[in-house]
């Protein structure tokens, strides 16, 4: 019993040490912008730690199966998978670069094994489903109608267009998280200010140069000299493919922040809906 007891003491210890190690999750005093610690910041681009990591504190909801997901996505790809973009390409490019089953049925059987932004954030949204209802493949909550409106590419395998459904609104050019989650699934998100956002939230960069972002937000960053920066998890060049970056806010005209908040309203949402393609974004004003 006392050596029971002794070890029991033991593991107990270790874990509080542990648990006094682990950074904890840096929002400004009184809510606001959401500042990474050191440890936070200083993960490398190719890790599966992200719900250790930027999963501790008072997060929304549905962030910490979010930041699981990305986990999950990011482990098909240890270093990265590698960046392609090209719709005319042949084999054409692949959202993501594995088989994505939602509730064990195919959305995509990838043409490539490489990634992009849009298809990258939108994996993660889907493997966040599979998490949060892990029931529904034996229970058939979802509707083929339905299932066939989440799909990543048409029943024969060509690509699915932008603007077509669910994958179609959120690979749009513009702030597509908010097309798909607040708008053609009725409301499965909502929009969030850039001060609110925390990690595990999805967001659409506008950059200065004219092009775009997807991305599932991570937390702002200063340096030493003041420069500030956001860092998030999505596929792009810098990281060859899945994986973590920073880039300078100075780079960025205006974002969308948009948080899972009704995961269930893909089991009852209009595979009709219109969807408003004029959506101003936010400015990050830090």
Not at 37 to 45: I, M
Request: with cysteine.
């Amino acid at each position: 019993m006392r050596i029971g007891m002794l070890v029991l003491g033991m593991i107990l210890l270790a874990a509080i040490a542990a648990d006094a190690n682990e950074p904890a999750t840096q929002p400004a005093r009184d809510g606001g912008w959401f500042v990474l610690s050191a440890a936070q910041a200083q993960l490398p681009a190719h890790h599966t730690r992200h719900a250790e990591m930027f999963g501790r504190g008072d997060l929304p909801e549905y962030n910490l199966a979010v930041l699981k997901a990305v986990d999950r996505v990011q482990g098909s790809a240890p270093e990265g998978g590698g960046y392609f973009i090209g719709v005319h390409a042949k084999p054409a490019e692949s959202p993501i670069g594995y088989r994505l089953e939602l509730f064990g049925q195919p959305l995509l059987n990838p043409p490539r094994s490489t990634s992009y932004c849009s298809g990258s954030a939108y994996t993660a949204f889907i493997e966040a489903l599979n998490i949060i209802f892990p029931e529904a493949a034996d229970r058939a909550w979802l509707s083929p109608q339905r299932l066939e409106a989440l799909r990543m590419q048409e029943p024969d395998g060509s690509r699915r267009e932008d603007d077509v459904k669910a994958w179609g609104y959120w690979n749009a050019d513009g702030f597509g998280t908010d097309f798909c989650l607040v708008q053609y699934l009725g409301g499965a998100g909502k929009v969030i200010k850039p001060i609110d956002a925390r990690p595990g939230d999805f967001m659409n960069i506008s950059w200065k140069s004219g092009l775009g972002h997807s991305v599932v937000f991570l937390g702002f960053l200063v340096d030493g000299q003041g420069r500030k920066s956001i860092r998030y998890w999505s596929s792009q060049t810098g990281t060859n493919g899945l994986g973590d970056q920073s880039s300078p806010l100075a780079k960025v005209n205006a974002v969308k922040a948009v948080r899972l908040t009704h995961p269930e309203r893909i089991f009852e949402f209009d595979v009709d809906a219109r969807v408003d393609l004029k959506v101003p974004g936010d400015a990050v004003d830090w």
